[in-house]
C-alpha cells in the first residue's frame, strides 16, 4: 500500500498533476447530490442516528444542539476568540460529547449525512477552522472532555483535548511546584489543538515543543475506532504531534510527559523605545538570544506607544525574560552576555513556575492561581496574524523600514521567539513541526481592531508587512507556524483537493515533512472525510 502512495505522488509532482484526490463522481453530481441529501436531513433524523450508535445507558440528552436550540448560540459564541468570524456561516449542529462514545456516533452520523466534521477545543484558530466553513458542516466542542489526571510519582498526565492550557498548568501545580509543562502563555488556548500543532512557550528552549513531549494519545478515526498510540502505529502518531491532528480524526485525550523546574524562577522586563535606542539592542538580540543557556528565554515584544498627546507615536520594544533559576545566576549570564540591556537585581522577580505563567498570562502573581481555571474570557476585537521564521539577523536598514510600518498601525504588535537550546538538538523530522536548528528565531505578526468596516484596510496593511518582510526572512519555502493559521498562504479546492494545490501552504507549516503527512493521511482517511481549507490532502492512486 505505501508503495502505491508513493509513486502516485511521484506522478503528481512529475506531471504536475492536479488529478483531484478524493471523490470519484464529478464535482456538480457530487455537490447535487450533497445538497439532496443535507436538505433532505431533518434535525430527527440526525438525532436518531446518533441515539442508535450509543450503548443504551449512554446519555444523549444535552449533547446535541440544533441552531433552534435555546442554548445553541451561547454554546457557539463561548469560543469565538476573534469577532472577524463571529457572523460567519454556522454549523448545523453543535456536538458537546462527555465521552469517546459521543464522538464515534457523531463521526459515523456525519458520515451518513454527508455534512463534514470541525473540532473545537479552545476556540483559538486563527482563521476559525474549528468553528467556521463554506460546506454543510458539524461542530464537535470537546469542553465537557476536559479532566486532567496528574501522577508526579510517574512524571505525566493524561489531559482531555478540551481542557485548557490553564486547567492543565492549574492541575499539575496543585500536585507538585516543581513539576511543568512546556506549552504556550495564553491559557485559554485548547490543549488539543495547541498540542497537534506543534506548541511552544516560554519553557521550549530547555524541553522543547509542547507536541515533544507526547507519550501517548487516543483518538477516533474515520471509521469511529477509538485508537492509542499502539492501535494507530507510529505513523499516525508521528502526524498528530505537529502536522494538525483535524486532518487525521478526533483525537480527545493526551498522554504527557512532565518536566522538572526548578522551585524558583526568574523574571525580568526591561523596555526601550526607538529614541533609546531600541533599534541596537534588537540587532545584538538576534545574534545572541538563540545562543543564550537553554535555561534562559528572552523574547522581544514590538508595538507602538504614544509617549504623550504632544508626541507622535513611537516603535517600543519590551524585552521580556523567564530564567530557570535564581536572581543571582541570571545576573551572571545576562550582564555579560547582553549587558546592553542594563538589568540589575532591582530589575527582577523571583518566583515559583505557576506564578511565571499567571505573570506571561497578565494576571498578578499575587492571584490565586485559580484564574487560570477561567475558560470563558470573550474576545470583543478581530485580528488577523502571520509568521515568519529567520535564518540570519535582519540588517540595521531592514528593521528601520519595519518600524516604520509598525507605527502606522497603533494596535500591530510582533513577538520574536528566540529558538536554540533544546530546539537546536531534536531533528527536524522527529515530529511534523520542522524548524529546529537552522532558525533564530520566529516572528509572529498581529493586528487587532474593534469596528467591522476596518478589516480591509487592517488586514491590507498587515499583508503589505508581510510583504515587505520577504527579503529578510526564510525562502524555499518561505516558512510558517502552522498554529498561527493564514489562509493567505492558500486553501484547499471543496470538494477536490490535490496535492499541488494543497502545497502551497503545507511546504510552509511542514516543509519536507509535509509529503510524509499526505502518505500518513491518505492511509488514515482515503476518502477525505476530514476536510477543511488547510487539512492534509490525500493522493489519488489506482
Known amino acids: ?43 430527527q433524523s440526525f438525532q436518531q442516528c446518533f441515539s442508535s450508535h450509543l450503548p443504551p445507558s449512554n446519555i444523549t440528552y444535552d449533547v446535541i444542539f440544533t441552531q433552534n436550540s435555546s442554548q445553541y448560540s451561547s454554546i457557539l459564541q463561548s469560543s469565538i476568540r476573534n469577532l472577524r468570524f463571529s457572523n460567519a456561516s454556522k454549523p448545523r449542529y453543535l456536538v458537546t460529547p462527555y465521552n469517546e462514545d459521543h464522538i464515534q456516533a457523531t463521526i459515523i452520523c456525519s458520515k451518513e449525512h454527508h455534512m463534514h466534521v470541525r473540532v473545537r477545543s479552545g476556540g483559538h484558530d486563527y482563521e476559525g477552522l474549528s468553528y467556521i466553513s463554506d460546506v454543510p458542516f458539524i461542530v464537535i466542542d470537546l469542553f465537557h472532555i476536559r479532566s486532567v489526571m496528574v501522577d508526579i510519582k510517574n512524571e505525566y498526565a493524561w489531559v482531555g483535548a478540551g481542557a485548557t492550557l490553564g486547567e492543565l498548568y492549574y492541575s499539575i501545580s496543585a500536585k507538585s511546584n516543581v513539576h511543568g509543562f512546556p506549552a504556550g502563555s495564553c491559557p485559554t488556548v485548547g490543549v488539543g489543538g495547541h498540542i497537534s500543532g506543534g506548541g511552544f512557550g516560554t519553557i521550549f528552549r530547555k524541553y522543547g515543543l509542547a507536541a515533544d513531549n507526547v507519550i501517548d494519545a487516543k483518538m477516533i478515526d474515520v471509521n469511529g475506532n477509538v485508537l492509542d498510540r499502539k492501535s494507530m502505529g507510529e505513523d499516525l502518531f508521528w502526524a498528530i504531534r505537529g502536522g494538525g491532528g483535524a486532518s487525521f480524526g478526533v483525537i480527545f ?37 538563540y545562543k543564550f543557556h537553554h535555561d534562559l528565554f528572552v523574547h522581544a515584544v514590538i508595538q507602538v506607544t504614544n509617549p504623550n498627546s504632544n508626541q507622535n507615536p513611537t516603535v517600543q520594544v519590551s524585552f521580556d525574560c523567564l530564567f530557570l533559576g535564581t536572581t543571582e545566576r541570571l545576573l551572571s549570564s545576562i550582564q555579560r ?21 499567571l505573570y506571561f498570562a497578565g494576571y498578578s502573581i499575587a492571584e490565586s492561581a485559580d484564574v487560570l481555571l477561567n475558560r470563558t474570557t470573550q474576545s470583543t476585537q478581530s485580528f488577523k496574524g502571520k509568521s515568519d521564521y529567520v535564518k540570519e539577523a535582519i540588517p540595521k536598514t531592514g528593521l528601520e523600514g519595519l518600524f516604520k510600518m509598525v507605527v502606522e498601525e497603533e494596535t500591530s504588535v510582533l513577538i520574536l521567539t528566540p529558538y536554540g537550546g533544546r530546539m537546536k538538538q531534536i531533528k527536524s523530522s522527529a515530529t511534523p513541526f520542522p524548524y529546529r536548528s537552522e532558525y533564530l528565531y520566529g516572528i509572529q505578526y498581529m493586528i487587532s481592531w474593534d469596528v467591522a468596516e476596518e478589516t480591509g484596510k487592517r488586514i491590507g496593511w498587515m499583508r503589505r508587512l508581510y510583504k515587505y518582510m520577504e527579503p529578510y526572512v526564510s525562502t524555499a519555502p518561505r516558512a510558517a507556524y502552522f498554529n498561527y493559521r493564514d489562509l493567505d498562504l492558500g486553501r484547499n479546492s471543496y470538494p477536490n483537493t490535490s496535492y499541488v494545490e494543497s502545497s502551497e501552504w503545507g511546504l510552509k507549516y511542514f516543509n519536507h515533512n509535509f509529503n510524509r503527512l499526505v502518505r500518513v493521511k491518505t492511509l488514515a482517511d482515503p476518502h477525505n472525510f476530514f476536510w477543511n481549507e488547510q487539512s492534509i490532502p490525500v493522493l489519488r492512486f489506482e
Open 1 to 43: 500500500m505505501v508503495g502505491k502512495i508513493t509513486r502516485a505522488y511521484e506522478r503528481e509532482v512529475k506531471e504536475g498533476d492536479v488529478k483531484m484526490a478524493s471523490p470519484k463522481f464529478g464535482m456538480s453530481i457530487l455537490f447535487f447530490f450533497l445538497c439532496i441529501s443535507f436538505c433532505s436531513s431533518t434535525d
Open 253 to 289: 485525550s493526551w498522554k504527557l510527559k512532565l518536566v522538572r523546574v526548578p522551585p524558583t524562577v526568574t523574571v525580568f522586563k526591561t523596555v526601550k523605545s526607538l529614541e533609546q535606542g531600541a533599534t541596537k539592542l534588537v540587532q545584538k538580540w538576534q545574534n545572541i538570544a
Open 337 to 357: 552576555s547582553f549587558p546592553e540591556l542594563g538589568v540589575t537585581q532591582e530589575n527582577c522577580t523571583e518566583m515559583s513556575w505557576i506564578q511565571s505563567v
